[in-house]
């Protein structure tokens, strides 16, 4: 396992961890979700699952609200949420008990177990680390305006991404603030703090408080 996978995600909190296993950075999973999920499907247990439409896998413990649209391929995992007029657009997985809230988005992303986007907020090419959280009206940006290859930084590590659209990745109990951007190849570190209202660009390290461009702190 690389030591960037390590530093950002605890694998055991995902039923998709064979799909990182052998990959160097987190982002790499997601050219391959699609086909993973139709794959991930058929090893479901029946007793815990079923299976409303081909390509759609929910667990028989979930709640997904009669508003909630939900588009394949999904595998939602057991115990999660999903509340009024969640819009899941396919190639996605959503982890136990994880919350997918009041008219938000997800396309093309990885929610690992517990995360919480629960209010207004869209998540597109995007992996989300256990405990991880969105505040309300908080976004991850997935193309350049320019619409070039999206650059993403780990550490001290900036390279091309060789993708049109990514968005962030978050590391575990990532805390996102409300009405924040997360720009295209946005990483936040393990444990990391997003003030509200925040656009962030590049790399935030772990255990740290993200203020403003140019202002970051130390938690401890």
Not at 39 to 63: C, M, V
Request: charged share 20%; aromatic share 10%.
């Amino acid at each position: 396992m690389s030591e960037y996978m390590t530093s950002l995600l605890s694998l055991e909190h995902t039923m998709a961890a064979e799909l990182f296993s052998n990959k160097v950075y987190p982002h790499e999973a997601l050219s391959e979700l699609k086909e993973y999920i139709y794959e991930a499907g058929k090893r479901l247990r029946q007793d815990l699952f079923y299976n409303p439409e081909p390509g759609i896998w929910i667990a028989k413990s979930a709640s997904v609200a009669d508003s909630a649209c939900v588009s394949g391929p999904c595998i939602i995992d057991e115990e999660a949420e999903l509340r009024h007029c969640a819009f899941i657009r396919g190639s996605v997985i959503i982890g136990r008990g994880a919350v997918v809230g009041n008219s938000t988005e997800l396309k093309n992303s990885i929610l690992f177990d517990g995360v919480q986007v629960p209010h207004y907020n869209y998540i597109g090419d995007s992996v989300l680390g256990y405990k991880a959280h969105m505040g309300a009206g908080a976004i991850t940006s997935n193309v350049k305006s320019d619409k070039s290859l999206v650059s993403i930084s780990y550490g001290g590590e900036k390279f091309c991404s060789g993708l049109k659209k990514l968005g962030a990745i978050l590391g575990d109990q990532a805390e996102i603030g409300c009405g924040s951007v997360l720009n295209p190849g946005a990483v936040i570190g393990r444990f990391s703090n997003v003030y509200p209202l925040s656009s962030v660009r590049g790399y935030v390290p772990g255990n740290s408080i993200y203020k403003r461009a140019g202002e970051i702190t130390n938690k401890y």
